[in-house]
C-alpha cells in the first residue's frame, strides 16, 4: 500500500496479558518509529529503528516494552504483563526513503488503540 | 531538553474568520519543525517541514511561518473541515541526535458555519 498499515486499529486485553502491534511502513522507507498518545496529549516518542537496528529506545516507560525490525522493513512493538496505565494509541510513523531525496517528514499510520482493562 | 508549548489549547472560529495557532520551542539545534493535522481516530497527517528562520511555506488556506523562538500556522478564511487538532513538532539537529520528534499537546481548532 502507499501509507503507513498497522493492526490491528484496535486491541483491549486484560491486565497482565501480553500484546503485539504490528507496523508495516512505507515500502523503501529506512526508519521507523513508535509513539504512544494518550487521550488529549501529543504523541510521545518510544523507540525508533535505523532499518534494522535500534538507535533509540529512551522513550520506552519501562522493561515490559520490547520493539523489534528484524528484516529491516515491518516491526511489532510488544508489552508484556500490560497495566492500565498502558491504555493509549500507538502510532507508527516512517520516514527516509531509500532512494531519492533524504526528506525526513514522518508519516503516521492510523495507530492501534490499546484498552487494558 | 527539548521542549513545545502550543497556544491556545483549543480555538473555536466562525468560518471566514481568520486567526493564527503559536507554537514556541526550546530545542538543542533545530534540524526541523514540523506541523501536522490530525482528525479523531486517525494517525497525523503531515503539513509542512520548516528548516530556518524567515522561512515560509503554504498550502491551500494554512501559512506555516518561523523564526528562532517560535513558528506560527496561520490560516486564512477557515472553512468548517479546516476543524482537527494541529500538532506542532521539533527534531533536534545536534551531532549523534536522535530522529525522534518532540510533540507539543495540540491546539484544538473548531470551525462553525
Known amino acids: 500500500g502507499a501509507g503507513v498499515s498497522q493492526s490491528p486499529r484496535y486491541k483491549v486485553a486484560k491486565r497482565g496479558q501480553d500484546v503485539a502491534l504490528r507496523c508495516d511502513p512505507i515500502?523503501?522507507?529506512?526508519?521507523l518509529f513508535w509513539y504512544q498518545q494518550a487521550l488529549g496529549q501529543g504523541p510521545e516518542f518510544l523507540t525508533y529503528?535505523?532499518?534494522?537496528?535500534?538507535?533509540?529506545k529512551s522513550g520506552l516507560p519501562s522493561d515490559r516494552f520490547f520493539a523489534e525490525r528484524p528484516e529491516g522493513s515491518v516491526s511489532t512493538l510488544k508489552i508484556q504483563r500490560t497495566q492500565q496505565e498502558d491504555s493509549a494509541v500507538y502510532l507508527c510513523a516512517s520516514s527516509f526513503p531509500r532512494f531519492g531525496p533524504p526528506y525526513n517528514e514522518q508519516f503516521f499510520g492510523p495507530g492501534t488503540r490499546l484498552t487494558v482493562l | 531538553e527539548d521542549q513545545v508549548t502550543q497556544s491556545p489549547e483549543a480555538l473555536r472560529l466562525q468560518e471566514g474568520e481568520s486567526s493564527s495557532l503559536n507554537c514556541s520551542y526550546t530545542v538543542s539545534g533545530l534540524r526541523g519543525l514540523f506541523w501536522y493535522r490530525q482528525d479523531p481516530g486517525k494517525g497525523p497527517e503531515f503539513l509542512f517541514t520548516l528548516y530556518s528562520a524567515g522561512e515560509e511555506k503554504e498550502k491551500e488556506r494554512l501559512k506555516a511561518t518561523l523564526t528562532k523562538k517560535e513558528s506560527f500556522l496561520h490560516i486564512t478564511a477557515p472553512k468548517p473541515e479546516d476543524s482537527a487538532t494541529y500538532l506542532c513538532a521539533v527534531q533536534a539537529g545536534y551531532k549523534g541526535g536522535s530522529e525522534k520528534l518532540v510533540f507539543g499537546k495540540g491546539t484544538k481548532l473548531t470551525v462553525n458555519p
Open positions: 529503528f535505523q532499518n534494522e537496528a535500534q538507535l533509540d
Open positions: 515500502s523503501g522507507h529506512v526508519s
